[in-house]
C-alpha cells in the first residue's frame, strides 16, 4: 500500500480533483458539483495525499453526502496510476469510522453494472446489491448497480 495520509477536502483541493476525475470518469463531475459538495456541512469529503515526498499530492478522494436514513457515497476517485494499492478501502474504511456513531445511517451507492473491479471492492467492505437503475449513466445511458451497507456498528460500547 501507498503510504498516505488521509484529511478532510477544501476548496484549495479542487485543482488536483479535477485533475483525478477527468483521468476517472468519462462524464466527470464539474467543479461546481465538487465546490458544492465541499460547502456542505452536512457532507464528509475526504482525500488522500501522498505521505512522501515535498509535494503531498492528492492520490484520491471520496464525496459523501449526508441524508435522512444514509450516507451517500457519491464519489469515489483514485488516481489511475496509484489503483491496487488500498487507497479506496483506506478512504471508505476512514468514512466508516468518521460515521461510526450514527447508528441510523447506513450507506448507499451506485456503480456501473460492468464496473468489476469496484463491485468487488464495495463487496469486501459489505456492501450488497439492492437493485438496478436503468440507464443512470449519461454517457452510453449504462445501469448503475445500487448497493447497500448496513449501519458500522461500533464494537466495545459501554
Not at 26 to 51: D, Q
Not at 131 to 137: A, K, L, P, Q
Request: aromatic share 8%; with cysteine; net charge negative.
Amino acid at each position: 500500500m501507498t503510504t498516505i495520509e488521509l484529511r478532510r477536502l477544501g476548496l484549495g483541493d479542487l485543482r488536483e480533483i479535477e485533475e483525478i476525475e477527468r483521468r476517472c470518469y468519462p462524464t466527470p463531475w464539474s467543479r461546481s458539483m465538487f465546490a458544492g459538495e465541499l460547502a456542505k456541512p452536512s457532507s464528509i469529503c475526504l482525500g488522500a495525499f501522498e505521505a512522501e515526498g515535498e509535494d503531498g499530492a492528492l492520490v484520491g478522494y471520496v464525496i459523501n453526502s449526508r441524508y435522512v436514513d444514509a450516507w451517500h457515497v457519491m464519489n469515489v476517485a483514485v488516481d489511475p496510476d496509484r489503483h491496487g494499492r488500498g487507497i479506496a478501502t483506506a478512504l471508505l474504511e476512514r468514512l466508516f469510522e468518521l460515521t461510526a456513531d450514527d447508528e441510523r445511517r447506513g450507506y448507499t451507492l451506485e456503480v456501473r453494472v460492468s464496473n468489476a473491479t469496484a463491485i468487488s471492492l464495495y463487496e469486501r467492505l459489505a456492501f450488497e446489491a439492492r437493485g438496478i437503475r436503468r440507464g443512470y449513466y449519461t454517457d452510453n445511458r449504462e445501469d448503475a448497480l445500487i448497493m447497500w451497507k448496513d449501519p458500522v456498528a461500533r464494537s466495545g460500547r459501554e
